[in-house]
């Protein structure tokens, strides 16, 4: 069974950075996306950054030019790179990978546990 562990989320003055790490463990899998969403209180879980299985990465407006995805294949490890963060950008932010196991057309969701970000002075 896949599972995805998140961590690096924290308190941030406004102006400032963090980088969110999610690393994946279990079966032995093919990616076919995977990126970051955020829920903040009273609001509906949203894209933040997603990368597609043909590598290129959709950002939402809202953090395109200050966000930034990447993975580290070797580690099984994909980061979300935040910087200028601002207060609007306090939220639970999730992992998310879509996946499949070698030689299934079958495609499964999967969900870290959620880390805080809390952007304020």
């Known amino acids: 069974q896949v599972q995805l562990v998140e961590s690096g989320g924290g308190l941030v003055q406004p102006g400032g950075a963090l980088r969110l790490s999610c690393a994946a463990s279990?079966?032995?899998?093919?990616?076919?996306?995977l990126g970051w969403y955020r829920q903040a209180p009273g609001k509906q879980r949203e894209l933040v950054a997603l990368m597609s299985s043909d590598g290129s990465t959709n950002y939402d407006d809202s953090v395109k030019g200050r966000f930034n995805l990447s993975r580290d294949n070797a580690k099984n490890t994909v980061y979300l790179q935040m910087n200028s963060l601002k207060p609007e950008d306090t939220a639970v932010y999730y992992c998310?990978?879509?996946?499949?196991?070698?030689?299934?057309?079958?495609?499964?969701?999967?969900w870290g546990q959620g880390t805080q970000v809390t952007v304020s002075s």
């Open positions: 998310h990978v879509r996946l499949s196991r070698w030689g299934s057309s079958v495609v499964n969701y999967y």
């Open positions: 279990g079966s032995i899998f093919s990616i076919r996306a």
